[in-house]
Structure formats: C-alpha cells, structure tokens
Nanobody, 124 residues
Framework: QVQLVESGGGLVQAGGPLRLSCAAS????????MGWFPQAPGKERGCVAA????????LYADSVKGRFTISRYNAKNTVYLQMNSLKPEDTAVYYC?????????????????WGQGTQVTVSS
C-alpha cells in the first residue's frame, strides 16, 4: 500500500520560510517522479515544483521561481519543498504526489499517488 505523508506546514508571517517534507512508503521511491501541488479554497490544484526520479530534472512554476526549492533524498524516501519569502497568496493545502513517469510533469493527471496534504497559511 502506497502512502505519502506530508509534514512541516503551519502558520508563518509573510517573508518567512517553511520546509515541507513528504515521506513515501510502499513504493520504489527512486522509480517515481515527485511533485508538490498546492490547492487554495475554490481553486484548482496546481503544480509549483516537480523533480525527476534522480533529481536531475526540476521544474518550477513561474510564481515560485527563486523562492521555492524542491529536493529529494532517495535513501530516505523523502522529498522536500523549501519555501522562502512566503507570500499570503502561497496560502493553500500542499499535496505531494508521486508519478511513474521518467520525467517530472506538472499536470495532476501525470501523478498516480497523493498524500493527504498539509496546510500552509501565510499571514500578511
């Protein structure tokens, strides 16, 4: 049974940092691409960062370039999202997802497994 468990969310002031983690089990972690998908109330889930199996290919949404960094540690079956210079508009539930693709994708349909999400709230 595949499980993805996010952690690290919380309340932070604008301009501050947060680091999200997603621990995977029940799959061969090094064989899946990983992505982070925030979803704000009333909005669709969209990808802000994705990373390939080896970590050699990374994609970012324009809205987070220069502020967010995705990384993975395959030996620990964990993917991270370091978020700096947070803005109120970054407020959302952040989901991590795993996809059995060779390259990282940015569409929800490209991912096969999802976590339960962790709330990130940025106050102004």
């Amino acid at each position: 049974q595949v499980q993805l468990v996010e952690s690290g969310g919380g309340l932070v002031q604008a301009g501050g940092p947060l680091r999200l983690s997603c621990a995977a089990s029940g799959l061969t972690f090094s064989s899946v691409a990983m992505g982070w998908f925030p979803q704000a109330p009333g909005k669709e889930r969209g990808c802000v960062a994705a990373i390939s199996r080896s970590g050699g290919s990374i994609l970012y949404a324009d809205s987070v370039k220069g502020r967010f960094t995705i990384s993975r540690y395959n030996a620990k079956n964990t993917v991270y999202l370091q978020m700096n210079s947070l803005k109120p508009e970054d407020t959302a539930v952040y989901y991590c997802a795993a996809g059995r693709t060779a390259v990282p994708g940015t569409r929800v349909s490209e991912y096969d497994y999802w976590g339960q999400g962790t709330q990130v709230t940025v106050s102004s």
